[in-house]
């Protein structure tokens, strides 16, 4: 079974920075590339950001661009988000999510334009002011 789990949430003051990672349990697999998402209550998930798992290239939603890092170590299958200068509005369930993606190599790594077949449980972020 191939199954995907994240850590290093917990409470933080604005300001403050926190490393999230995720990594394979089970099964390891093959993928084009790893995201991380974020949902909080009463409002939909929404994308953080991605990474090509060849090649290292990112994307960053507006809201966190300039304050978080997606990295990943492809020898030890294992995803980063380092999320710095924190804000009240970052507190959420994050999740990270895996695509198995085998098509073009230009697709977008958006949601709405690449399917993420495997997803974590979520680890909580909690920013108080």
């Known amino acids: 079974q191939v199954q995907l789990v994240e850590s290093g949430g917990g409470l933080v003051q604005a300001g403050g920075s926190l490393k999230l990672s995720c990594t394979d349990s089970g099964r390891t697999f093959s993928r084009y590339a790893m995201g991380w998402f974020r949902q909080a209550p009463g409002k939909e998930r929404e994308f953080v950001a991605a990474?090509?798992?060849?090649?290292?290239?990112?994307d960053y939603a507006d809201s966190v661009k300039g304050r978080f890092i997606i990295a990943r170590d492809n020898t030890k299958n294992t995803l980063y988000l380092q999320m710095n200068n924190l804000k009240p509005e970052d507190t959420a369930m994050y999740y990270c999510?895996?695509?198995?993606?085998?098509?073009?190599?230009?697709?977008?790594?958006?949601?709405?334009?690449?399917?993420?077949?495997?997803w974590g449980r979520g680890t909580q972020v909690t920013v108080s002011s």
């Open positions: 990474i090509r798992w060849i090649g290292g290239s990112t």
């Open positions: 999510a895996a695509s198995l993606y085998s098509g073009p190599l230009y697709i977008s790594l958006r949601p709405n334009a690449l399917r993420y077949d495997y």
